[in-house]
C-alpha cells in the first residue's frame, strides 16, 4: 500500500491510539533519517503548503455595496427614480447625494478597520528543526510535509500537529488551542480512542509552543487538516448574525414602505376628489412619502457607529464591522475565556507553608519581582532560615530563566514553563539571587520530571565540597517520599501528625484555585541519575509547600461588577479544570451562590432543553472544545440573548464568529481568532470591553434621540397637509418646501445630535431587549405630544394668517418657517429625555449648536435671498412677524418641558 494510501485510511483522530513506533512505519519514514527530498516534494505536491488558507479580502466593489442594504436606503432609491421619471431632476439629485454620503462613510469606516486589523498581523515567520536524509535542517513551517521529523527543544513553536515518538521532560504550552493554563506534561505512550484534545499527551499541535524538555515528532496532519485548521474551518461555517439594530432598522424600514404607500395613495386620492391638478398634487404626494422616509436615519446610523468606533479606538479597541458597536451596547451576556482575558496568564506564588503550620502570604503579581512576603501581617525577615531553605530550593530544582527589563523591552520576560518562572519571581521577592545561587551551587545531576511519579530532582554541589539534593512535585506523592521536616535550623521526623497537617494544608490551597507543590530537600547526598526517586525515600526533609496561580487581572473584579450592574451577566467559558475554573469565578464575583461549573463531558451528554433550562446557575463552562464552545453561544441566543464572546485562543475562534460580538484579544490574541471577531481590544485588558459596552449603549441612545426627532417631525408634516386637505385648505406647503424641511432643516441637525456626549447612567440602564422595537412605547408617548403640538403651531398659524387677508406666497412662506423653527425647538427636547432644554449643559454639544446655527443661516437665505425665493416659493417676511413666528413654534418646547418637569419629580419621589 502506498504511503499516501496509508495516511488516508488511518483517521486524524486515531493518531494518539497508535504507539510511537506505529505512526512512522504508518507514515512511510525512519525516525532516524527523516524524509528524503523526492518524499517532501511528493508530498507537497499531494498535501499542499502548511498553511490555513487566507480569508479573501473584501474588494472596495463589495464593501460600498453593503452600504445600501437597509429598507430604508430602497425607498430612497424609489422616491429618487419617481421624482425624475416626472422631471424633478433637481429633488432626485438631492435624494441621491444622500444616499452617496452614507456608502462612503461607512465604506471609509469599515475599510480603515481592515487595515487596522493588518497591521495586527505578526511579521515574523516561523520555522522549524526538522531531520531531513538524516541531517537537521531549519526550514519555514509552511514546508512540512506529513512525514517530516520534527525535533523540539525549549522555545520553539510548533509548527504541525505531530505525533511524539521521543520526549525527555517535555511540557507544551497549549493555552491558545485548549485554554489550559498551564503547560501539559508529555509522553509518549498510546492512550484511548476517547481521549479528549486536551488530554492527548502523546500529541503536540500547531500553535503551541514547548516550555521545557525535548523531543522528536512525525508530522501527521499540516494545513486545513490540523486541529487549528478544522477550528478555522468551523469558524468559516459559523453563521454571523444580524445585529439588534439591523433586525430593528429591517422591521422600521417593512412598516415604512408599507405607511409610505398608502399616504402616497391616500394624498394622491384626496387632492384629486378636491380638484387639484395631478402634478401638482403627485409631486406633493410624493414629496410627502419623502417625508414619511427620514432619509437622515441611515447617515445619522453611519455617523453614530463610526463616531463609536473613533471613540472606542481611542480607548483600546478596534472595530472591525462598524455595525458591532451598537450591538456591543445591546449585549446581555459575555462569554468569557479565562486565561488571559480575565487573568494575566502569568502564573503567581501567592502563598507558602512551612512545617509546624506556618502560613506566608506573597504579595504581587505577575513575573515583575515586586512584593513582599508577610506572616500573620508583619513583614517576614529575609533571614528565617527554614525560608530561605524553601527559596533556594525552588531556584536551584528549575530550568527556567526570568530576564530582566533592557533596552529593548521594559518587562520582565520568562523562559521556560510558568510553574518554575513563578518560583524565581517568588525568591527574588524573598531576596535570594537566582543567578549568584546557581554559580555557587552548579547542577551536578538531574532526574527530569516524570509524570507517573509526578516529581523532579536536582544535585548541586558547592565549591567547599558540600553536596545537596532538591526535590519538587506533586504533595501527595512528596509526603510519601519525606521522612523528615524542617522546623527551624534543623530537622525533625516527619510523624504521621505532621504528615497529616501538611496533606490537609495542600487540600486546603487547592482549595483555593491553587497550583500546589512540595518542596524537600537531602544533604550530604550525591544524585544518581539511575536510581530512581526511590533513593530519596524517608531522606528527603520537607521544606514547605508552594501554592501558586494564573491571578485575575486586577481591573476585571470592578469590571465584572460594573457588568453586573447594568443587567449585563458574565460567564466563563475556559479550557481549564472546572475547579480552577470555578474557584476563580468566585474570586471576580461571576459565580454567584448557587452557581456551579459543568465541565464539557457533562454538556457532551447533557440534552439541549437541559443546557438551556440550567443556564441560569451555570457560571463556568470548563475543558469546553471549540464546537461546545459555539453550542454555548447559541444556547445563550436562543433564550433571546444578545451573546458577547472575548478569548485570544484558535479554540475561541468558532464562538467568536458565532457570537453576536466576537472579542479578540490583540496583543496575545492568535491570528484566527482576530481574523473571527468583530471588535480586537488592543490592550488585551477586560476593563476595555465594558468601556466599549458603554460607548455602545451612547450610540444607541444618540440614535434613539435622532429616531425621536425625525418620526415626531414626519409626522408632523404628513399631519398639517393632511389637515388642509381635509378641512379645505389650499396646501399650506409646497412640494420643494417639504423636500427643503426634509434635507436641509433636519440634516443640518440631525448628524449633530449623534454628537452627544454621555448622561452619565448607561451603565445603570438595563440592556436593550431584542423584543424592543425601533419606536419603543416611550418613543411613541412623546412622538404623541410632540407632534400635535408642532401641527397646532403650524397649522393654527396657517389658518390664522390666512384669516388676516395677507398674500398666500407670504402665508405660504412663514407657515414653511414655523414648521422649520418647530423642528429647531425639537431637535432641543430630543437631547435629554428628562433634562431640561434651557439648562446652560445644552450647549455643551458644540455640534448641535452649530447645526442650529447653519440651519437658521439657510432658513434665513431660502427666505431672504432672490434667486432662492423662485426655486423654493418663497418671498421675504417682515422682520416684525419673525416675532410672532418664533412665538408660535415655542409651543412643542414648553409642552415638553412641562413633561420633563413632572417626569423628574416622579423619579424623585
Known amino acids: 500500500m502506498a504511503t499516501e494510501e496509508r495516511i488516508a485510511d488511518q483517521a486524524p483522530a486515531t493518531w494518539h491510539t497508535l504507539t510511537a513506533a506505529e505512526a512512522p512505519e504508518l507514515l512511510g519514514v525512519s525516525p532516524a533519517r527523516g524524509l528524503g527530498a523526492e518524499d517532501v516534494a511528493r508530498r507537497q505536491a499531494e498535501h499542499g503548503p502548511n498553511a490555513l488558507p487566507e480569508a479573501r479580502r473584501r474588494s472596495l466593489f463589495r464593501l460600498v455595496l453593503r452600504q445600501f442594504q437597509s429598507p430604508l436606503i430602497y425607498i430612497l432609491f424609489i422616491a429618487a427614480l419617481l421624482a425624475m421619471f416626472l422631471g424633478k431632476q433637481g429633488d432626485a439629485v438631492v435624494i441621491l447625494i444622500v444616499v452617496a454620503v452614507n456608502a462612503l462613510i461607512g465604506s471609509v469606516q469599515e475599510g480603515r478597520a481592515e487595515r487596522s486589523m493588518a497591521a495586527l498581523h505578526r511579521l515574523s515567520t516561523l520555522r522549524a528543526r526538522v531531520l531531513r536524509d538524516a541531517t537537521e535542517a531549519l526550514v519555514e513551517a509552511r514546508d512540512l510535509v506529513p512525514g517530516d521529523v520534527l525535533l523540539l527543544a525549549a522555545g520553539d513553536a510548533v509548527g504541525a500537529d505531530a505525533r511524539l515518538i521521543e520526549a525527555a521532560a517535555l511540557e507544551i504550552g497549549e493555552a491558545a488551542l485548549t485554554g489550559e493554563s498551564l503547560p501539559v506534561a508529555k509522553q509518549t505512550g498510546a492512550l484511548p480512542e476517547d481521549t479528549l484534545l486536551a488530554d492527548r499527551v502523546n500529541m503536540v499541535y500547531s500553535g503551541t509552543h514547548v516550555t521545557a524538555g525535548r523531543a522528536r515528532a512525525v508530522v501527521v496532519a499540516t494545513g486545513p487538516a490540523t486541529e487549528v485548521g478544522k477550528i478555522a474551518r468551523l469558524t468559516a461555517s459559523a453563521e454571523e448574525p444580524k445585529t439588534p439594530m439591523e433586525l430593528r432598522i429591517a422591521q422600521f424600514g417593512r412598516y415604512l414602505i408599507a405607511a409610505a404607500l398608502g399616504m402616497f395613495v391616500l394624498v394622491l386620492g384626496l387632492g384629486l376628489a378636491r380638484g387639484l391638478s395631478f402634478i401638482d398634487i403627485f409631486m406633493v404626494a410624493i414629496s410627502q412619502m419623502v417625508s414619511m422616509v427620514p432619509e437622515g436615519l441611515p447617515v445619522a446610523m453611519t455617523v453614530a457607529l463610526a463616531v463609536g468606533m473613533q471613540r472606542m479606538a481611542g480607548r483600546g479597541a478596534i472595530v472591525r464591522r462598524l455595525?458591532?458597536?451598537?450591538?456591543?451596547?445591546?449585549?446581555?451576556?459575555?462569554?468569557s475565556d479565562k486565561t488571559g482575558t480575565l487573568t494575566r496568564n502569568e502564573m503567581t506564588v501567592t502563598g507558602l507553608w512551612l512545617p509546624g503550620g506556618r502560613t506566608i502570604e506573597v504579595e504581587g503579581v505577575g513575573y515583575h519581582p515586586e512584593g513582599i512576603l508577610r506572616e500573620d501581617g508583619?513583614?517576614?525577615?529575609?533571614?528565617?532560615?527554614?525560608?530561605?531553605?524553601?527559596?533556594?530550593?525552588?531556584?536551584?530544582?528549575?530550568?527556567?530563566?526570568?530576564?530582566?527589563?533592557?533596552?529593548?523591552?521594559?518587562?520582565?520576560?520568562?523562559?521556560?514553563?510558568?510553574?518554575?518562572?513563578?518560583?524565581?519571581?517568588?525568591?527574588?521577592?524573598?531576596?535570594?539571587?537566582?543567578?549568584?545561587?546557581?554559580?555557587?551551587?552548579?547542577?551536578?545531576?538531574?532526574?527530569?520530571?516524570?509524570?507517573?511519579?509526578?516529581?523532579?530532582?536536582?544535585?548541586?554541589?558547592?565549591?567547599?565540597?558540600?553536596?545537596?539534593?532538591?526535590?519538587?512535585?506533586?504533595?501527595?506523592?512528596?509526603?510519601?517520599?519525606?521522612?523528615r521536616a524542617r522546623y527551624g535550623a534543623d530537622a525533625a521526623p516527619l510523624d504521621d501528625q505532621a504528615r497529616a497537617l501538611a496533606s490537609a494544608a495542600a487540600e486546603a490551597m487547592a482549595g483555593r484555585a491553587l497550583r500546589v507543590l512540595a518542596v524537600a530537600e537531602v544533604i550530604d547526598m550525591e544524585l544518581d541519575d539511575g536510581a530512581g526517586f526511590e533513593q530519596f525515600r524517608d531522606r528527603a526533609v520537607l521544606l514547605g509547600l508552594v501554592g501558586q496561580m494564573d491571578p485575575p487581572r486586577e481591573e476585571v473584579k470592578s469590571a465584572v461588577a460594573e457588568c453586573q450592574a447594568a443587567g449585563i451577566r458574565p460567564v466563563m467559558v475556559t479550557g481549564d479544570h472546572k475547579a480552577t475554573g470555578l474557584a476563580i469565578a468566585r474570586m471576580l464575583g461571576i459565580a454567584r451562590a448557587g452557581d456551579h461549573a459543568v465541565d464539557g463531558r457533562e454538556l457532551e451528554r447533557m440534552p439541549e432543553s437541559e443546557l438551556r433550562d440550567g443556564l441560569d446557575r451555570i457560571a463556568v463552562f470548563a475543558r469546553v472544545?471549540?464546537?461546545?464552545?459555539?453550542?454555548?453561544?447559541?444556547?445563550?441566543?436562543?433564550?433571546?440573548?444578545?451573546?458577547?464572546?472575548?478569548?485570544?485562543?484558535?479554540?475561541?475562534?468558532?464562538?467568536?464568529?458565532?457570537?453576536?460580538?466576537?472579542?479578540?484579544?490583540?496583543?496575545?490574541?492568535?491570528?484566527?481568532?482576530?481574523?473571527?471577531?468583530k471588535i480586537i481590544v488592543t490592550d488585551d485588558n477586560f476593563a476595555t470591553i465594558i468601556k466599549a459596552v458603554e460607548e455602545g449603549r451612547l450610540v444607541y441612545r444618540n440614535l434613539k434621540k435622532v429616531v425621536l426627532y425625525l418620526?415626531?417631525?414626519?409626522?408632523?408634516?404628513?399631519?398639517?397637509?393632511?389637515?388642509?386637505?381635509?378641512?379645505?385648505y389650499p396646501l399650506p406647503l409646497a412640494a420643494v418646501q417639504i423636500l427643503w424641511i426634509n434635507i436641509v432643516t433636519e440634516g443640518t441637525v440631525t448628524v449633530n445630535l449623534i454628537m452627544e456626549p454621555p448622561e452619565g447612567d448607561e451603565m445603570r440602564r438595563r440592556p436593550i431587549s431584542l423584543a424592543e422595537p425601533l419606536l419603543s412605547r416611550q418613543l411613541l408617548r412623546r412622538v404623541a405630544l410632540m407632534t400635535p403640538a408642532m401641527v397646532l403651531s403650524t397649522f393654527g398659524f396657517f389658518v390664522w394668517r390666512l384669516s388676516t387677508g395677507v398674500?398666500?406666497?407670504?402665508?405660504?412662506?412663514?407657515?414653511?418657517?414655523?414648521?422649520?423653527?418647530?423642528?429647531?425647538?425639537?431637535?432641543l427636547n430630543c437631547e435629554s429625555e428628562t433634562r431640561s432644554a434651557l439648562r446652560l449643559g445644552v450647549l455643551r454639544n458644540k455640534w448641535l449648536m452649530g447645526g442650529l446655527t447653519l440651519g437658521i443661516l439657510l432658513q434665513f437665505a431660502v427666505v431672504y435671498a432672490a434667486p432662492l425665493n423662485a426655486s423654493f416659493h418663497t418671498v421675504p417676511i417682515p422682520p416684525a412677524d419673525l416675532l410672532i413666528i418664533v412665538a408660535f413654534a415655542s409651543l412643542v418646547l414648553w409642552l415638553e418641558e412641562v413633561r420633563k418637569l413632572l417626569a423628574r419629580r416622579r423619579a424623585d419621589a
Open 807 to 827: 398674500p398666500f406666497e407670504l402665508v405660504q412662506t412663514e407657515t414653511f418657517t414655523v414648521l422649520a423653527v418647530c423642528q429647531w425647538f425639537n431637535v
Open 378 to 483: 508583619h513583614v517576614i525577615r529575609v533571614d528565617d532560615p527554614v525560608l530561605t531553605a524553601l527559596l533556594e530550593a525552588v531556584v536551584l530544582c528549575n530550568d527556567a530563566r526570568l530576564v530582566p527589563p533592557d533596552n529593548e523591552d521594559s518587562r520582565w520576560r520568562s523562559l521556560g514553563d510558568p510553574t518554575e518562572v513563578a518560583l524565581l519571581t517568588l525568591a527574588l521577592k524573598g531576596a535570594v539571587d537566582p543567578e549568584a545561587l546557581n554559580r555557587d551551587w552548579p547542577r551536578r545531576g538531574e532526574l527530569p520530571f516524570d509524570s507517573a511519579a509526578k516529581m523532579m530532582a536536582t544535585g548541586h554541589g558547592h565549591a567547599q565540597g558540600h553536596r545537596r539534593v532538591l526535590i519538587k512535585g506533586a504533595p501527595e506523592a512528596m509526603l510519601e517520599l519525606c521522612g
Open 625 to 677: 472544545h471549540p464546537a461546545q464552545k459555539l453550542r454555548i453561544v447559541e444556547a445563550f441566543q436562543a433564550r433571546g440573548n444578545v451573546v458577547a464572546m472575548t478569548g485570544d485562543g484558535v479554540n475561541d475562534a468558532p464562538a467568536l464568529a458565532r457570537a453576536d460580538v466576537g472579542v479578540a484579544m490583540g496583543i496575545t490574541g492568535t491570528e484566527v481568532a482576530k481574523g473571527a471577531a
Open 711 to 728: 418620526f415626531a417631525t414626519s409626522m408632523a408634516e404628513i399631519a398639517v397637509l393632511m389637515c388642509a386637505l381635509l378641512l379645505g
Open 323 to 335: 455595525a458591532a458597536v451598537e450591538t456591543l451596547g445591546s449585549t446581555s451576556v459575555i462569554c
